[in-house]
């Protein structure tokens, strides 16, 4: 019986042997996006939190509307509203499971707190809705509603705003 001889412990001649490659030095071609979930530790190290900026836009024909985060509290401010009486309409969802007494706020809306230690999660739920109505009188020009976290508690929560003017109710 013969061995052939690429199983007796010489190398095989009829094949070429693979190429050597150095040490690897940094990745080819564009990162990706920084939310994404590869679980490298070079990923990981990024933030994919965006950068607190004031945000400006239109809603519903009003004039610019600003979020601005001041310090526990965030407020959307609507200016250059003609005076009048507005409905103002709150929408909120507790989009995780997050327990109840994580997230707690108070909303004031031109400066009367008309909604005062509000937890999502005990009163609807988790992936539940909870709306919220009510009427405000705006005197100055600029219509506020503002967002204040309890220390110790997760930052306010809000999906949806509509403000709507009411002239049969002035």
Do not use: C
């Not at 564009?30 to 933030?47: K, N």
């Not at 969802?93 to 230690?117: I, W």
């Not at 005990?122 to 109505?133: C, D, F, I, K, Q």
């Amino acid at each position: 019986m013969t061995i052939p001889a690429h199983r007796a412990g010489s190398p095989r001649r009829d094949r070429a042997p693979p190429p050597r490659r150095g040490p690897r030095r940094g990745r080819p071609g564009p990162r990706p996006h920084p939310r994404a979930r590869s679980g490298r530790a070079e990923d990981r190290t990024e933030s994919a939190r965006p950068a607190r900026r004031f945000r400006e836009g239109r809603l519903l024909g009003l004039p610019r509307q600003r979020r601005r985060p001041h310090g526990r509290a965030y407020e959307y401010r609507f200016d250059n509203v003609p005076n009048g009486t507005y409905t103002v309409e709150l929408g909120f969802a507790e989009l995780s499971s997050t327990k109840p007494n994580k997230r707690v706020f108070d909303v004031l809306a031109e400066g009367t707190q008309v909604l005062p230690s509000l937890d999502i999660s005990l009163e609807a739920g988790a992936y539940t809705a909870l709306t919220r109505t009510y009427t405000v009188t705006v005197t100055d020009g600029a219509l506020n509603v503002r967002f204040v976290t309890h220390s110790g508690y997760g930052k306010p929560l809000l999906n949806t705003l509509r403000v709507t003017d009411r002239p049969d109710k002035s």
